[in-house]
């Protein structure tokens, strides 16, 4: 298995950036698809980006593709989502998913998930 502990969280204006991290610790020599998904009051987890093991596949969710990106470090066992031009709507708690398979899904099904941080944005 594989824990995952996300950091970065925090209150921003609209109009400003964060940077989210995901630290993987346990079972690190598997490689993961690795995404980031959010979840807001009295809504569901909702995708945000995916990226493949390698590191050379991406995904987004319309509504970040060009204010988001995803990243990831294999040597630190680190992913990463560097979010600029945040906007009120993407206030959530935002986690981090990992999962053994070769996956590109848009739904919640990731086996490994991390305790989540909130990210916060006011107009």
């Known amino acids: 298995q594989v824990q995952l502990t996300e950091h970065g969280g925090g209150s921003v204006q609209a109009g400003g950036s964060l940077r989210l991290s995901c630290a993987a610790s346990?079972?690190?020599?598997?490689?993961?698809?690795m995404g980031w998904f959010r979840q807001a009051p009295e809504k569901g987890r909702e995708f945000v980006a995916s990226i493949s093991a390698s590191g050379f596949s991406t995904n987004y969710a319309n509504s970040v593709k060009g204010r988001f990106t995803i990243s990831r470090d294999n040597a630190k066992n680190t992913l990463y989502l560097e979010m600029n031009s945040l906007k009120p709507e993407d206030t959530a708690v935002y986690y981090c998913g990992a999962d053994r398979r070769n996956i590109v899904t848009t739904a919640p099904v990731y086996e490994f998930w991390g305790q989540g941080t909130q990210v916060t944005v006011s107009s």
């Open positions: 346990g079972h690190t020599d598997t490689k993961y698809t």
